[in-house]
Nanobody
Framework: QVQLVESGGGLVQAGGSLRLSCAAP????????MGWYRQAPGKQRELVAR???????NYADSVKGRFTISRDNAKNTVYLQMNSLKPEDTAIYYC??????????WGQGTQVTVSS
């Protein structure tokens, strides 16, 4: 069982910032695409951002220009820097590591709440 350990969620006012972290085992981190997804109450889980093993990134349109995903290969950790947060960013954020459909792992989730 692959364990992804997330941290960094919390409560912040609109316009504020948070940074999420997700640590993965080294053998996973080096070759997997790492991503962040979120799920708000009553909504489907959606991609926020992801970064490949070689550093290519893509973002949901709703977070472009506000969120930045990055990876520290020395620490086997992926980060999501979230700036200019909005109430609609409120959700549980999940870390994901994927290589194939059979090699797809999730973290336990961390709550992000943005107050207006």
């Amino acid at each position: 069982q692959v364990q992804l350990v997330e941290s960094g969620g919390g409560l912040v006012q609109a316009g504020g910032s948070l940074r999420l972290s997700c640590a993965a085992p080294g053998n996973i981190f080096r070759i997997y695409t790492m991503g962040w997804y979120r799920q708000a109450p009553g909504k489907q889980r959606e991609l926020v951002a992801r970064i490949t093993s070689v550093g290519s990134t893509n973002y949901a349109d709703s977070v472009k220009g506000r969120f930045t995903i990055s990876r520290d290969n020395a620490k086997n950790t992926v980060y999501l820097q979230m700036n200019s947060l909005k109430p609609e960013d409120t959700a549980i954020y999940y870390c994901n590591a994927i290589r194939t459909s059979d090699s797809n792992y999730w973290g336990q989730g961390t709550q992000v709440t943005v107050s207006s």
